[in-house]
């Protein structure tokens, strides 16, 4: 291998160039630096349209995670919620369901006082429909006797007369 140092015309970079050669050169090395500056900004921009395609995918998953998260917490929120409602209408429900039971037990103890009511009030019927025969036989008697001693008396008062 030769050495760096050791070509020939190293120094003297185009000594043996034409002014036109040096130009056509120049103009390769131009077009050549121009095509290599064009497909590394092609590369680039290449670069750029797949992170930014990665970006938007990752950005697209990311934001499904973070609606999944969200709803998750959502949901044990609304589900907290719901618990607690639940529980209040239970509480309520109870409350309602005890006011009945006691009218309910009030209203019984009301229904087993008017039906003694009801019996004592249909014993003293009975007793005294079981007495109006005697009362009236009595009365019929007491009326039969005074008809008696008034028709006594009249006749009497006739046979005096």
Do not use: Y
């Amino acid at each position: 291998m030769p050495k760096k140092g050791s070509r020939k015309g190293a120094g003297a970079k185009g000594s043996g160039m034409t002014e036109e050669d040096r130009v056509l050169l120049l103009q390769q090395r131009a077009e050549a630096e121009k095509e290599m500056a064009k497909r590394k900004e092609e590369m680039l921009t290449q670069f750029l349209k797949d992170k930014l395609q990665k970006e938007e995918k990752n950005t697209a998953v990311n934001l499904h995670k973070l609606t999944q998260q969200w709803r998750t917490v959502l949901r044990q929120t609304r589900g907290t919620e719901l618990r607690r409602e639940i529980e209040i209408i239970r509480q309520t429900f109870e409350r309602v369901l005890d006011r009945k039971d006691s009218v309910m037990k009030s209203l019984v103890g009301d229904l087993n006082e008017a039906e003694q009511q009801f019996g004592q009030a249909l014993r003293s019927h009975l007793h005294c429909v079981d007495r109006l025969p005697a009362l009236q036989t009595s009365r019929l008697t007491f009326f039969q006797q005074q008809w008696q001693n008034n028709l006594q008396e009249l006749g009497a008062e006739f046979s005096t007369e």
